[in-house]
């Protein structure tokens, strides 16, 4: 425990400037909470990984169509000292919360186990006023640990502070991702390693495009879209199958690219069906140096070609080419999804972090 005095926190919702620039009460708390944003995201992933601009992060806090976003500030006095955001979908999977605390590096360890119970009950307190029975909660993870994923792989510290009030609560460990970084600059051989690629896949083109998705090509992401979230693993969490219209498409396309981001898509075409086998798609952020890889998705049907590591880097291939200031990518995976490992370190991404995906479900 540190010597100062302890803590009267104060938690209470953040209220949105109209724009990052704006004076008074809003636009200072927005500024304070940015500035904690880009040091938390440092702290856990490494310098320059996450980063966002404020118009980036002011656009990424916006209410929209799918899901609603509670955001709330713990206080210390006048000193801003966590951050708890609360995304609840509004299409399927209502009835859980997904929650993401943040604690200052600042506070001594039994500070930040202080603060994540304080968050976590207030999580739990807005879950039970939405009417909802189920809490992810999203913190520090680890290859290995003492607390085994029932996934089987990946693992987390008990006695973390961010842990810790977690499993008193009786949350399981379901899921832990690996958070992965390519650097371009260590891949001078892409277009080889993509010209193979493409020999191995000789039954498919591939059709690209950046920004929204083409008429022609909207049908066949939707379907896309479903598939991925039924395909991809997701362990014991209570995620349901999504169901997407050319409204779902559009929005996610609009928050995605939101604050001058853009989407960089590639998919993979059967030449004798025609039929949209895959895609993979970059976040391309509106400055810094890093781009977000989004979702990476080949269908059953069309597994067994190498399609996953070619579409991968041919956007690597187009990153040089169109954004070439975008030295890296950064890529969130889970850690049972082995196939899908496999390809990202053979086109050369190494682990940088991890986190860990708890669940709570109320007692019945």
Do not use: C
């Not at 008193?168 to 899921?175: I, M, T, W």
């Not at 853009?262 to 059967?270: K, Q, S």
């Not at 080419?321 to 496999?342: G, H, I, Q």
């Amino acid at each position: 425990m540190s010597g100062r005095a302890s803590m009267q926190i104060d938690i209470r919702p953040m209220a949105l400037p109209a724009h990052p620039d704006e004076p008074g009460p809003a636009g200072d708390e927005f500024r304070t909470a940015f500035a904690f944003n880009e040091r938390s995201n440092a702290e856990r992933y490494g310098e320059g990984l996450y980063v966002n601009t404020p118009v980036e992060l002011l656009a990424s806090l916006q209410p929209n169509a799918d899901y609603r976003i509670d955001r709330l500030h713990a206080w210390d006095g006048d000193r801003l000292v966590g951050i708890l955001t609360l995304y609840s979908n509004l299409l399927d999977s209502t009835d859980v919360v997904e929650a993401q605390p943040e604690l200052s590096s600042d506070l001594g360890a039994d500070e930040q186990l202080e603060l994540a119970e304080l968050l976590a009950a207030r999580a739990h307190e807005e879950s039970a006023r939405a009417g909802r029975s189920t809490v992810i909660m999203a913190t520090v993870g680890a290859a290995t640990g003492p607390v085994t994923a029932r996934s089987g792989f990946g693992g987390a510290d008990p006695a973390h502070p961010e842990v810790a009030p977690l499993v008193g609560r009786g949350y399981a460990l379901e899921q832990v991702y690996r958070v992965s970084v390519a650097e371009l600059a260590d891949l001078p051989d892409l277009d080889d390693r993509l010209a193979a690629a493409e020999a191995q896949s000789g039954g498919y083109d591939l059709v690209r495009w950046m920004g929204d998705t083409p008429p022609e090509h909207r049908e066949a992401m939707r379907t896309l879209h479903e598939r991925m979230s039924t395909d991809a693993p997701v362990g014991g969490l209570a995620w349901e199958p999504e169901v997407w219209d050319d409204a779902r498409l559009a929005e996610f396309e609009r928050t995605a690219q939101a604050g001058g981001r853009v989407l960089l898509t590639v998919a993979a075409r059967e030449r004798s069906t025609g039929e949209l086998g895959g895609f993979s798609a970059l976040i391309l952020p509106l400055t810094g140096s890093t781009a977000r890889q989004h979702d990476t998705l080949v269908t059953k049907p069309h597994r067994g070609h190498g399609l996953g590591m070619r579409m991968k880097l041919d956007n690597l291939v187009r990153l040089r080419e169109v954004r070439p200031e975008l030295v890296r990518v950064v890529t969130w995976n889970a850690e049972e999804n082995r196939p899908m490992l496999s390809v990202n370190e053979a086109t050369g991404f190494r682990p940088v972090a991890y986190e860990a995906q708890w669940q709570w479900k109320e007692p019945r």
